[in-house]
């Protein structure tokens, strides 16, 4: 039975692609399989979206041999980290703005783990919060607000009741 390094490595085989994978774990213990190549930019695509969609396949092939694998991720030369660091990075300085101005932004659309990460990001910022339509909601987009300072809100409590 292949491993999944072994199918990823037959799969980008059968695409063209000369690779070296290393098998590694993120810190969630997701196995990852790192890829190392001469033509990175063609294989993660356009804003990843190669790499999502060997991503996909890749846990497709796996499922489809075994209902229970474990989700693995693929990544190449580290380009995932750096996004989420980008990502995050950019909504912070977005968040700036929320904290000055007070008033509410709304960012663009994203992927769900995109969102994740964002909303994981301020979950414990003092004036900055995130929001966003539940899942069912045909717009993934995200709006950063102003948190109300809890005496404030412990305040408007007292008075109205």
């Known amino acids: 039975m292949m491993t999944p390094k072994d199918l990823l490595d037959t799969l980008l085989g059968y695409l063209g692609f000369v690779v070296q994978i290393e098998e590694t774990s993120n810190e969630g213990g997701n196995p990852t399989l790192q890829i190392y190549t001469e033509e990175s930019g063609r294989l993660i695509g356009r804003n990843g979206e190669t790499l999502e969609a060997i991503q996909f396949l890749l846990n497709r092939l796996l499922q489809a041999r075994d209902k229970d694998a474990e989700k693995v991720i693929v990544d190449c030369e580290h380009y995932r980290s750096m996004r989420e660091d980008r990502i995050v990075q950019r909504v912070r300085e977005l968040a ?45 987009q995200i709006t950063l607000v102003k948190r109300q300072p809890k005496k404030e809100a412990a305040q408007k409590e007292q008075i109205s009741s």
């Open 96 to 140: 700036e703005r929320v904290r000055i101005t007070g008033r509410s932004l709304q960012l663009e659309p994203m992927n769900s783990y995109e969102r994740r990460l964002v909303h994981n990001a301020f979950k414990d910022d003092p004036d900055v919060a995130t929001w966003s339509p539940s899942d069912s909601a045909r717009i993934k």
